[in-house]
């Protein structure tokens, strides 16, 4: 499977505790996002990253949550004392380097779903 | 500020009709419409997108229509099949923002029945 992969699919943690997710982008994709969706919305961007790079975060993203790919491949996002709040869906998704005039095509993974209890 | 606004929030159809999804966007600096389609419990899939310099593009039975000047988009799905039956988002980037990051609707839930 070439396609962006994350893991795990599902996490069940209680308020407080701290959890990590892993995001492999597609092969030589250098371009990586996060975004996060509560039900029945659309997804929201949380940070991204060109290679190493963490080039921007949102202003969802609290002090609590920090983001990383240390070389340039996955990237991990780690929420820290998690709230209720937190429960959704985190969303990976990676691009090709752009070429002149060409467009940011991103590619989804099949997201985390936390639950926090 | 909700930048890009998408309705309806919900579309039933017959097999074989026409769904029509649209789309209004306020910042002019995006130059990259894309819709996404997304299943239960699945991360959204790019469907078919769009750039400012045309005002159709066509693949299969989906098709977007673009008017700059209204800012509008929407898709259009020919010969609606219930496995089209999911959840749709608009999006749209600029290449202006660092990332070029996607800024999504609201989503909607399409439901063809047989």
């Known amino acids: 499977d070439t396609g962006v992969s994350q893991n795990p699919r599902h996490k069940i943690t209680k308020r407080g505790q701290n959890v990590t997710f892993r995001c492999d982008p597609i092969?030589?994709?250098?371009?990586l996002y996060w975004y996060r969706q509560t039900l029945g919305q659309g997804p929201e961007f949380l940070t991204y990253?060109?290679?190493?790079?963490?080039?921007?975060k949102s202003r969802l993203l609290s002090d609590r949550f920090s983001a990383e790919r240390p070389k340039g491949s996955f990237s991990t996002l780690e929420i820290q004392r998690t709230e209720q709040g937190d429960s959704a869906m985190y969303l990976c998704a990676s691009s090709p380097r752009l070429g002149r005039g060409s467009y940011n095509e991103q590619f989804f993974g099949p997201g985390t779903r936390l639950t926090v209890l | 500020q909700q930048q890009v606004k998408q309705s309806p929030q919900s579309l039933i159809v017959q097999k074989g009709g026409i769904s029509i999804i649209n789309c209004a966007y306020e910042?002019?600096?995006?130059?990259?419409f894309p819709w996404y389609q997304q299943f239960p419990g699945k991360g959204p899939a790019l469907l078919i997108a769009i750039r400012p310099d045309v005002s159709e593009k066509k693949e299969g039975r989906f098709t977007i229509s673009f008017n700059k000047s209204a800012k509008q988009f929407s898709l259009h799905i020919m010969d609606s099949q219930p496995g089209d039956s999911a959840t749709y988002f608009c999006?749209?980037?600029?290449?202006?923002?660092?990332?070029?990051?996607?800024?999504f609707g609201e989503g909607t839930q399409l439901t063809v029945n047989p």
């Open positions: 092969s030589e994709h250098n371009r």
């Open positions: 999006a749209a980037s600029s290449r202006e923002t660092s990332g070029s990051r996607l800024t």
């Open positions: 990253f060109q290679n190493e790079a963490q080039l921007e």
């Open positions: 910042n002019t600096a995006f130059d990259y």
